[in-house]
């Protein structure tokens, strides 16, 4: 591959940003010499965290020791303090633009504006962001193909666990007819707490500390982060057409801890499953917390581990269990995603 330095602009520096930018700190040389992957660090943007721009490039080590002694990166020593997120979208220095802010699944917002923006702009946009791609999937794909661009977001359903590229890339040609699984870590993370002893509300907190939770995690224990999920495996991996109100839902807050013990006497498991199944010309999904059996695979995924099975025509089911939430984890969606556009364009 041609020697191609590419220059990547960060909006948000919450979980998802950080655990990237942690793993840039870790792994460049890495990248470097197993992939001959360069690359800049040219500006953040985070209106809580600080922002930071520097066309020579920052220093992921250097943000990371920030933001771990103080929490915020307002004292990097050098580059422009006065940027925000449409500076990083519009600027002529950045190549990929890079967008992990909070999910709202109701507006998209701020994402889905960051995102429009930086593909008008000809950049290539990597996100783990669920609202804009559940609200504006077909509008912003085709906005990326009339720009040449790439649009990637691996991370939107398992966070770095392969399930989006799985489909649409290591499983290209296959017909899916369902897919069904665990999608919200901090979900089967309190299920799994709650069997061990711990109450509802501890368990949600230790998942926000673990920062597996949504900003707001009423999305989490209501169902609405499945169901997005839903939506996403629904319209761009199984060609369906459906907003979150078509998904039958129901979250975990009315699961108790006799409820649990309660399945457990019986030889089963509470779990939030999700379901899109293709039916006839359309496609149907549904989020609800079922009882499986002990026996049943989904049964012994614990914790923040999630895992989805694909039933498909050439392969049968195709089952990918790992974690599904975190903050270094989802930066693996958003470095793979970064990867995949590196080896699509350095060689031309
Ligand atoms: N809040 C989400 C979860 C984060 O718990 O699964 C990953 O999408």
Not at 65 to 73: A, M, P, R, T
Not at 104 to 117: A, S, V
Not at 244 to 268: M, P
Not at 299 to 320: E, K, Q, S
Request: hydrophobic share 40%; net charge neutral; charged share 25%.
């Amino acid at each position: 591959m041609c020697a191609h330095t590419w220059r990547i602009g960060l909006i948000g520096f919450g979980n998802v940003g950080q655990g990237f930018v942690r793993i840039l700190a870790r792994k460049a040389e890495t990248l470097r010499e197993r992939y001959g992957f360069e690359f800049k660090l040219i500006g953040i943007a985070d209106p809580i965290k600080g922002s930071v721009y520097d066309p020579e490039g920052l220093d992921p080590k250097t943000l990371i020791k920030l933001i771990d002694e103080k929490g915020h990166i307002k004292d990097y020593p050098a580059g422009r303090k006065d940027i925000d997120s449409l500076t990083i979208c519009r600027s002529e220095d950045i190549d990929i633009v890079v967008e992990v802010t909070p999910t709202n699944i109701k507006t998209g917002e701020p994402g889905l504006t960051h995102i429009r923006e930086a593909l008008k702009h000809g950049k290539h946009v990597v996100t783990s962001n669920k609202g804009p791609i559940a609200l504006a999937y077909p509008e912003l794909k085709e906005l990326a193909a009339s720009k040449g661009v790439m649009l990637r977001f691996e991370g939107v359903v398992m966070s770095g666990t392969p399930s989006i590229n799985l489909a649409l890339e290591a499983m290209a040609g296959v017909d899916i007819s369902k897919v069904e699984g665990i999608v919200n870590g901090t979900t089967n993370f309190i299920l799994t707490k709650m069997e061990e002893g711990m109450t509802y509300e501890e368990a949600l907190k230790e998942a926000q500390r673990l920062g597996y939770a949504e900003a707001d995690p009423t999305a989490d224990v209501e169902g609405w982060d499945a169901a997005v999920k839903a939506v996403i495996i629904a319209n761009v991996i199984m060609g369906g057409n459906i907003t979150i109100n078509d998904v039958e839902r129901e979250g975990i807050t009315k699961i108790t801890k006799e409820d649990v013990k309660d399945a457990l006497s019986k030889g089963q498991r509470i779990k939030l499953i999700a379901r899109v199944v293709k039916e006839g010309g359309s496609v149907k999904a549904s989020v609800k917390p079922e009882r499986v059996s002990l026996t049943h695979p989904l049964a012994n995924v614990m914790g923040a581990i999630n895992a989805l099975t694909f039933y498909t025509d050439h392969l049968g089911p195709v089952t990918i269990v790992g974690p599904g939430a975190g903050r270094v984890e989802t930066g693996q969606a958003i470095l793979t995603d970064v990867l995949a556009i590196h080896r699509h364009y350095a060689g031309r």
